[in-house]
């Protein structure tokens, strides 16, 4: 059995399918050559078109096509080669043209599946029911003027991709790792930056529950959730109230919800009597979009390399374990910086290295891997100041501390300090033979049986070479002078 | 001749010949809009200013040699056209105050070939009507009477205003927009030629949208040779307009003088429906007889699903408008009427901005795209339109071009026709099916009512054969030896 919720009459099982909306990364907005670009001044980015002038008509922007293309293929998903735009009609002061131009009946991108992993390691398949292209609408904002709201229309027309999901979906754990395999995905082709906190990808939640075995029941829709936790919040707060609404002898009614994260509950926006009537229709002013198939196939080739894909390469290519493959390809940045570590090294040290006290650092130091105070190149050298035995493990730490703060290269971070490991045996040998000398009585003991102080020499013998003896070397000379 | 009485050929040769210069054309013009503008209300807004400074400009360039067949001609354009820096109505108070900061592609083109724009001409209001008397500033009047009769009769519509200026000399020619016939019938009720080119030959860009899919720009003028010279400077492939078409524009002014030796004319017998007029089918005979004796092979045709024109395009084009008409709410532009909250303010501004036929045709708009209704009304609207289309299709099968009465009726007086919107919507019953089909018409004078008013031809063509229309609009054109004018014209007393 999977995730259930367990009610006064029995357990539960949620079911969920997520609409994502993820803005298109382009130069200029989806039908109009005003910047895409996120931010500037209110209105700054607003064409007669965006702002639903008199006789301004919309024009296709190939490259937003091309996202949606690509994203299609980033999701296994069938690319349809003739799709249509509609008009999606609706009166809001944040609408300029009173309709929003979307595709309903004929998406550019038809059904597909994405691959999600959970927290046991469990994969499953969630399915994709299409892809479609549509306009942003602009925003308004009712808290800047004691008596009128205000409207900025600098992301009206910007493209957006919906990617609607099937209702596959059975916990909220699924729902976020959905949500962050998309997010993934779209980031690997570089079509969304999927960033939830601009807004430039957001989520509706549809929610319902059943009892194992049943039907699909009547299910809300939870509008414009923008983080993967507040998604997995909503569903499980969301699938608790319709469970006591069932339960309490109460029908679930379909209808549009919001969720509240400061309360962690959802409350009704409008019922389904108060759903508009969107009266769509084909959009006139666009003819039908035909796709070239050579295109679509030179968009193909031109993939990069897919989430999925790369985790596979990483097992085989560098023998480490898919976990840590997971890890690495989390995104193409961080998987681009192992690369670049492991490349004609030892590719195990470099992922426990990266996995390790590199991630430790940046956590600690608040850094992402591009303001990481340690590059790729920086790392690779520490790793080969460790293969060739330039400096042991021990010390090794200590020289990343080093370039972590300083941002220096471990190379000159060995020279400066002297930290160059200790290989030369008649070192060794005298450092050994002093400690030896100054502890008669913990050698006598260890003579005696107590095998235990073994490690206490090594101890005090690497404390006298300030850390710096071969580790193999000091073992090897302390057992040959102790017996 | 007085020089407000010359075709645009005519005064283009004068202009470059030196006999007159651009700016006496203008100014003779702009004194003629002075004087019967007030009676006729063609235009919404005069712009005699900027015709001049258009007229000095044209000068320089005729003296530079560097005119086009159009440079120094005044014009009247259609106050659907969004024109830069001038205001622009579209007839209707809800777009009061509106000065658009663009100009369309189809008078940017016109003012590159070196036109002259003597003001904004009158329509009904959102191009929606046969009559004029929807616009929000008033109707026009007719510059033609029944023989013995004073009435006001109206000049036809939605390019009203245009058809109107042109046929009483206060303007050489004129831009028009066909959605349903908006620019043949007001051609037809006036005594000019008009023709809506094929869709997608004229970009739409900058053109006040009524039914996107249905919109033409296209010429009213006097001679289809002035038609041919306008519409050359008007059409062309824009990348603003995704539904302009990426082809050729042909030389249409050689088109005239080509002949119809040979070409085969097709006679739809669903266009001669219950209730036509004798005189009417008169007419169309009279017209059939003229292309049989040019050299023409006339072959009856059918087109089986003529009947269904009207009420599809009452559903089509209302839908359309409905939607498009959408952005006038008050936010951003034009009108707004203040009021309790959002949805309030919608309400009153557009209580107030649009007149009862925009009402109407939004209501009807949205009741045909509403769920539950959809697929009876539009979806059912679009597969018939689709037949329409094939008709046409198997008709240019066999003959090159379709000749039909343009009206079922010559113009009607001002307040007739005015109890049932379905009597006015019968108006274009001949002129809707090209809309339809997306296919160029035209309408040619060919004769005069038994009361003395102008009554048009119409030729239709296969797509993006406008040359074929033109040639055998000209073989009616000089075999009618239309001449006769209306009665309220420029210089008369």
Redesign the interface.
Known sequence: MGYMLEGSTGAWEIVVGLEVHAQVISESKLFSGASATYGGAPNAHVSFIDAGFPGMLPVINRECVAQAVRTGLGLNAQINLHSRFDRKNYFYADLPNGYQISQFAHPIVGTGTVEIELQDGTIKHIGITRLHLEQDAGKSMHDQHPAKSVIDLNRAGVGLMEIVSEPDIRSPEEAGAYLRKIRQIVRYLGTCDGNMEEGSMRADVNVSVRKPGEEFRTRCEIKNVNSVRFVMHAVEAEAQRQIEVWESGGTVTQETRLYDPARGETRSMRSKEDAHDYRYFPEPDLLPLVLDENWVADLKAKLPELPDDKRKRFCAQYGITFYDAGVLTADQLTADFYETVAKNRDARLSCNWITGDFFAALNRKSATIETSPVSAAALGELIDLITDQTINGRIAKDVFEDMVETGKMPAAIVEEKGLRQVTDTGAIDAAVAAILAANPDKVAEYKSGKDKLFGFFVGQVMKAMQGKGNPALVNEVIKKQLS | MSLTDLTIAEASAKLRAREISAVELTTAHNEAVAALNPRLNAYITTTPEQALEQAKAADASIAAGTATPLTGIPLAIKDL??TEGVR?T?ASKI?DP?I???E?TVTAQLKAAGAVFLGKANLDEFAMGSSNITSGYGPVENPWKRNGSDAKLVPGGSSGGSAAAVAARIAMGATGTDTGGSIRQPAAFTGLTGIKPTYGRCS??????F???LDQAGPLARTTEDCAILLQAMSGFD?????SAERHVPDFRAAISRGVKGRRIGIPAEYRMDGISAEIDALWQQGITWLRKAGAEIIDISLPHTKYGLPVYYIVAP??A??N???Y?G???GARVDGED??DM?ERTRAAGFGAEVKRRIMIG?YV???GY?DAY?LKAQKIRALILRDFTEAFGKVDAILTPATPSAAFGLGEKMDDPVTMYLNDVFTVPSNLAGIPAMSVPAGLSSEGLPLGLQIIGRHFDEETVFSVAAAIERAANFTTKPAIIAGAK
């Open positions: 056209f969004c622009t579209a777009l509106f658009p900061p663009y369309s739409r860009y900058g053109i006040i949208a039914a996107s899919s990348p603003r307009d995704s539904t839908a359309e409905s939607s008409l959408a952005r709410d936010v951003r532009f959002l949805i919608y949205t795209l509403s769920a959809y539009y």
